[in-house]
């Protein structure tokens, strides 16, 4: 007699109010959760190898060899070993404890999560600033300076939080702008926890799933736009995650599209990236007014009018984002090194750049790297969920973003050009572990061990960035190790050096650096940059002969002949102090130091020809 064939066992996941299906067998949940634990044990032997290497190929994985040992190896322990299946499974209770009081008590759970996050991008300030445009950002809100002419493309959100913000505190409590930053980044960084646990819950994640799902949310590498950074990326972080928590309650239970599409408009008002966000903005719409027995009918004023709120943004705001897509971007799209290599598309892969694909991932969202071997492994599960189809058209626009720019000063130091792309990458990674851990039979105790693993590297990450000396230890590694980097790329971080360690009046450093940028990319500005220092330290022949070198390349400026006469005095070279005098009033006539540098140089030599007695 035949036998009848069993279908394999299904798990059913619920969409939310409007659908429930059958997505997949418990095998290919499980298939996918293996794929998850062994990649996880794989990026933890990575970060643990790379401690020990003298390259910085692996710059997004080598964080134990630039922070104190007992902190970093300590985290490394605290998630390698969970990673063990016999440790991990002893451990779960503390994990469903953690669950048991994500469901019971809600408020207590998102306050308390809000402090935390706070209290920690508090406790480790950014004291590096080498992300960036954090020095320019800095400068300009302490100095007063005018944002419009510094950076002109940014608009008029990010002036008013970044700068408008700042100075206001400066003038009514006069609170410097140092702290005025952080204290910004605290509030972001506690509503980032807020987000990342709405996230969770908007999935319908509970207990230790949920736990899980929230802590991969919100641990991650651009935590540290929020350690004192002023720039909009920190909130178009944010905004990512919140129209993934408003678009899908909008798709599994008809609300939340007034919120979504405040934060889309919001958007448009903040960066000119946030178009990335229009295509998940759109599947949240569709699925919204598709789903039978929806609150969301096209025949509503409120739909037309939530609609309308990122369209009327988007038209107001498009012209100027569009100019500065032509007029600004080229430099992120087409710098000399992309010229050199033909184009785009040949240097995408070019070089050393996949290497730092990589480590710009690893760092910024340190599971992500196990997201594309865990999609496969899950198969027609994560194709079939509305869920899975809402974070990818969040994920993919960012992720095209990632492959296509090539940030003028390196991804090493622009890494807050990708940060929205890796927050969009973590929440699909959670969406995806908490599913599989779910839904695969005894596979429950891998939630503790993966929020772990993406708490571990955050940590030292912001642990380094407060560490001044082993961040600039870093930096000077990322130069002098291989791989090599291109001219344009080494100038500007060997710029960044001299002008921090002039910030720290570490003026025989800052010189050596301004050297090697000058060799590198002598502009007018590097080398009156060297100059001041050689000056400062009391080197005043070799500052004197980067005065004449900057006199040659623009002969006009003032404080170039100002700063060749100072030190030509110092000096004892009276005929090229006079000379330098001299066109000080070329340019300036009647200019009262130049007056006064020939007035003692004729009291000088009076003085040398006088006859004796």
């Known amino acids: 007699m035949a036998t009848r064939r069993q279908a394999p066992e299904s798990v059913r996941v619920e969409s939310g109010r409007f659908q429930t299906h059958v997505v997949a067998s418990r095998a290919s949940a499980g298939r996918a959760a293996m794929v998850l634990w062994i990649s996880l044990v794989a990026l933890a032997a990575v970060r643990a190898v790379c401690a020990f290497t003298h390259s910085m190929w692996g710059w997004g994985f080598d964080l134990l060899r630039f922070v104190p040992s007992g902190l970093g190896w300590t985290l490394w322990g605290l998630a390698a070993l969970p990673l063990l299946p016999w440790v991990g499974r002893r451990l779960t209770p503390v994990m469903e404890a953690l669950g048991r009081m994500f469901d019971r008590s809600q408020a207590l759970v998102y306050s308390l999560s809000a402090a935390g996050a706070a209290a920690l991008v508090w406790v480790f300030p950014d004291r590096l600033r080498l992300v960036g445009d954090f020095l320019l950002r800095f400068g300009t809100a302490e100095r007063a300076l005018k944002p419009s002419a510094l950076f002109p ?169 569009l100019g500065t897509f032509a007029t600004m971007d080229s430099v992120h799209f087409t710098p000399p090194e992309v010229v050199r290599r033909g184009g785009i598309l040949s240097a995408m892969f070019a070089g050393a750049r996949p290497a730092d694909l990589l480590s710009m991932v690893g760092l910024l969202s340190p599971l992500a790297l196990a997201l594309p071997l865990g999609l496969i492994a899950l198969g027609r599960w994560g194709v079939h969920a ?67 693993a993406a708490m571990a590297p955050t940590v030292q990450w912001l642990a380094h960035n407060a560490d001044l000396p082993r961040g600039l230890e870093r930096v000077e590694a990322y130069l002098s190790e291989p791989p090599p980097r291109s001219e344009e790329e080494r100038a500007k971080t060997w710029d960044f050096l001299g002008i921090r360690y002039a910030q720290l009046d570490r003026w025989d450093r800052s010189a050596h650096a301004m050297e090697q940028a000058a060799a590198l990319a002598p502009s007018p500005r590097v080398l009156l940059q060297w100059a001041l220092a050689e000056q400062t330290r009391g080197n005043d022949l070799g500052a004197q002969q980067v005065y004449r070198r900057l006199v040659v390349l623009t002969p006009d400026d003032w404080r170039a002949w100002y700063g060749l006469a100072f030190v030509s005095w110092r000096a004892t070279d009276p005929a090229e102090c006079r000379r330098a005098a001299n066109e000080m009033l070329r340019l300036k006539p009647g200019d009262p130091q130049a007056l006064a540098i020939l007035e003692q140089l004729d009291q000088a030599d009076s003085i040398r020809v006088t006859p004796g007695p």
């Open 386 to 452: 509305r869920e899975g189809t809402l974070l990818a058209a969040l994920v993919l626009p960012w992720l095209a973003m990632l492959l296509l720019i090539h940030p003028p000063q390196g991804m090493f130091r622009d890494w807050d050009d990708f940060a929205a792309a890796a927050v969009a990458l973590s929440l699909m990674t959670a969406w995806l572990l908490a599913l599989a851990a779910r839904g695969a039979r005894g596979w429950s105790w891998l939630c503790l061990p993966a929020a772990l």
């Open 153 to 321: 493309q940014a608009l008029p959100l990010d002036v008013l939080l970044h700068y408008g913000f700042l100075r206001l505190l400066d003038g009514a409590v006069h609170m410097d702008v140092n702290t005025s930053a952080r204290l910004l980044g605290s509030l972001e960084a506690a509503l980032l926890a807020v987000l990342s646990i709405a996230f969770a819950r908007a999935l319908g994640h509970r207990g230790s799933f949920g736990v899980a799902a929230a802590a991969i949310v919100f641990w991650g590498g651009y935590l540290g736009l929020f350690t004192g950074y002023g720039k909009a990326i920190a909130e178009v972080s944010l905004l990512t995650v919140a129209v993934a928590v408003f678009g899908l309650r909008l798709i599994r239970e008809g609300r939340g599209l007034l919120p979504l599409s405040l934060c889309v408009a919001a958007g448009f008002l903040l960066h000119r990236s946030t178009l990335g966000l229009v295509p998940a903005l759109v599947v949240s719409w569709v699925f919204a007014l598709r789903a039978s027995d929806s609150p969301v009918r096209p025949s509503k004023p409120a739909t037309w009018a939530a609609v309308g709120i990122p369209l009327i943004a988007l038209a107001i705001m498009l012209p100027r984002i």
